[in-house]
């Protein structure tokens, strides 16, 4: 199992005390935590989730980039575009079914990924939907340069809440 360091408390207790006291990590505002059900129940593997229904873009993300499409997702509502936001859970094996349903329902796919741009995750899911037949239009948000050490750089590079929603709004709205 993989877990990304933002939602993990462990990793904060990892780093220790001293200086380390003044690192801060930009957790996803729903946070690591959430409701804990009555009775546990192991959750699929190879089984994506929609996590927010949409018309007009679906999001297709796993981990931490998936908490911040879905803050872009809430954050555009009011401007009157509806996204979808797909939550992968797992990469391999992958739920292709659930990436062609969702794709086919909207016609646009937005990708947010932490890995590189080229032979990654996001080619794939675009390889998976034109494979099944389906007409998109398509953009991705994903790593395009060594992920630098300097936090304000690291967050420029990674995926955030503004290259998401910029890129739905390009992809939606100009119809690229």
């Known amino acids: 199992m993989v877990e990304h360091k933002l939602l993990s408390e462990t990793w904060l207790e990892f780093l220790g005390s001293g200086a380390r006291r003044t690192v801060q990590y930009d957790a996803p505002a729903g946070g690591s935590k959430g409701a804990v059900?009555?009775?546990?129940?192991?959750?699929?593997?190879?089984?994506a989730i929609l996590r927010r229904t949409g018309n007009d873009v679906t999001i297709v993300s796993?981990?931490?980039?998936?908490?911040?499409?879905?803050?872009?997702?809430?954050?555009?509502?009011?401007?009157?575009?509806?996204?979808?936001?797909?939550?992968?859970?797992?990469?391999?094996p992958l739920?292709?079914?659930?990436?062609?349903?969702?794709?086919?329902?909207?016609?646009?796919?937005?990708?947010?990924?932490?890995?590189?741009?080229?032979?990654?995750?996001?080619?794939?899911?675009?390889a998976v939907a034109l494979e099944a037949g389906i007409t998109f239009k398509y953009a991705r948000v994903c790593t395009q340069t060594t992920i630098p050490y300097a936090r304000d750089r690291e967050d420029r590079t990674l995926p955030n809440v503004?290259?998401?929603?910029?890129?739905?709004?390009?992809?939606?709205r100009n119809k690229r």
Request: hydrophobic share 45%.
């Open 62 to 92: 796993a981990g931490v980039s998936t908490h911040r499409a879905l803050q872009a997702a809430e954050s555009l509502e009011a401007e009157g575009i509806s996204a979808a936001v797909l939550d992968l859970r797992t990469i391999s």
């Open 37 to 47: 059900p009555k009775k546990w129940e192991p959750l699929p593997i190879g089984k």
């Open 162 to 172: 503004e290259r998401i929603r910029a890129a739905i709004v390009q992809l939606v």
């Open 95 to 126: 739920d292709k079914t659930a990436v062609c349903e969702a794709v086919a329902q909207t016609g646009h796919l937005l990708v947010v990924d932490e890995d590189y741009e080229g032979f990654g995750l996001s080619g794939e899911l675009g």
